[in-house]
């Protein structure tokens, strides 16, 4: 019996017991969850029902929880239920209820974990959305990291979800972009403002290559098409150094778009015709101090030339028009005063705050080895690249490093640490569980031990079996935590602590494969039902992070 089914029992039991007494059901929630005590003594599963509900209906929770206890003693897998304090209920399952989990992880195989929590919702979720002037650095690759295993995860609990990438490739930066190309071609010095490290003189020359004739052109001529070019050049390089990490985008969405199709007048005109636009000085401005933003926002200067804001509107507005119900913005720890005015748009434009947008700021990350910064990238400048992280540590050490911690952290990756094959390193420890597990499950094929149609699941009484089985259950309810809190560290931090701590405690204490002249028995192939189902809890929530599960270590 999973956590999930005896939820639904325990509401079951609920909805009996207020019928029999003449209780308005409709008092009683559409869900419940039940928990895992801290201390085993207490049972292996606690519910704190009746206490949520026993006033409500104008009855003691602990009279509640006695009506309660002896209704879910007469149902199928409850061995016992005791009530603690107020009007807790400890339940305690018979080893066949527990047991039977295996077999549903099992039969689910690469489905388990999903459900269909968030089925309904259509979710744009935007992150990287680096400016095409220079390589994904460090920060940028977090983002990376993160966005995508909460792509996965929001998927996994029903939504449909559109990774998009947002490219600025309309403002001030590119044109930076371009003359910091032009003077590397031209071997005149990086402008003032411009672009350093030794990619621009890669791009530089290989836009001179290209074109030749380029070469010795007045910069008013050439200047055009070190833009053009060098914005393909860099956004390609973006694309493949993320590609490369396992990161795929569904839509790659460029701002100039927004300002060249009259979708910021487009914008404009509709947050008019809700009554936030006013002009003053000659601009034109959106009244967003009416939703809490700390000022209202200019849209068009008085000179006529459309603001940022302008185009953060417009963007945001154009993602709703596609039929996005929820908006979601990975961004970086220098964009936490766009939280306001991001918001501001979505009231402004008749949307709900609360609902149609969110804003998730992550914080910095440093790079070091041994306690030591790592130095800054030659090739880039002042940054640690996304491509040099990769190289020094591997895709996965990288993503899975990246993704374990939540993003209100500041977060200091140590190379070695990241690196080292012990189970000090997280993602070793987690990864060298699944293989651990598949090289049991060779072994057994090797010895032509092959795992039967079906099993007792009462055999499965060890104690370090029902904590594993146990633990193997609460994976949906993981995932569907994750994808409601928008936290897939969630993920690793269950797959660490629970999942491939139990198991190695499990192989520890309980033999799985008979040795020498021994016999395989009914034990045998109930555990490993239970070993199969282990392997296929960490690859799932492995995949959920973008990390692989690998069979040999």
Known sequence: ???????????????????????????????TSVERPRNPEHGDYASTLALQVGKKVGVAPRELATALAEELGRRDGIKAVEIAGPGFLNIRLDDAS???????????????????????????????????????????????????????????????????????????????????????????????DGYGGDYIGEIAQRIVAAEPDLAGQPEETALPVFDARGYELMLTEIRESLERFGVHFDVWFSEKTLHGGGAVEHAIEELRKQGHIFEDGGAVWLRTTDFTDDKDRVLIRSNGEKTYFAADAAYYINKRERGFDRCVYLLGADHHGYIGRLKAIAACAGDDPKQNIEILIGQLVNLVRAGQPVRLSKRAGNIITLDELVEAVGVDAARYSLARSSTDSALTLDIEEITKNSSDNPVFYVQYAHARVSSLLRNAAEKGIVRADDYDPALLSHDREKNLLKTLGEFPAVVATAAELREPHRIAVYLEERVATDYHRFYDACQVLPKGEEQVTDLTHARLWLVEATRTVIANGLDLLGVSAPERM
């Open 1 to 31: 019996m999973t956590p999930a089914n005896l939820a639904d029992t325990v509401l079951s039991a609920a909805r009996a017991v207020f019928e029999t007494r003449g209780l308005d059901v409709a008092a009683l929630p559409t869900t």
């Open 98 to 192: 527990t047991g039977v989990i295996a077999r549903t992880v099992v039969a689910a195989g690469s489905a388990y974990g999903r459900s269909t929590q968030l089925e309904g919702q259509r979710i744009n979720l935007e992150f990287v959305s680096a400016n095409p002037t220079g390589p994904i650095h460090l920060g940028h690759t977090r983002w990376a990291a993160v966005g995508d295993a909460l792509r996965r995860v929001l998927t996994a609990a029903g939504a449909e979800v559109t990774s998009e990438y947002y490219i600025n490739d309309a403002g001030a930066q590119v044109e930076r972009f371009a003359r910091s190309l032009y003077a590397s071609a031209n071997g005149l010095p990086t402008p003032e």
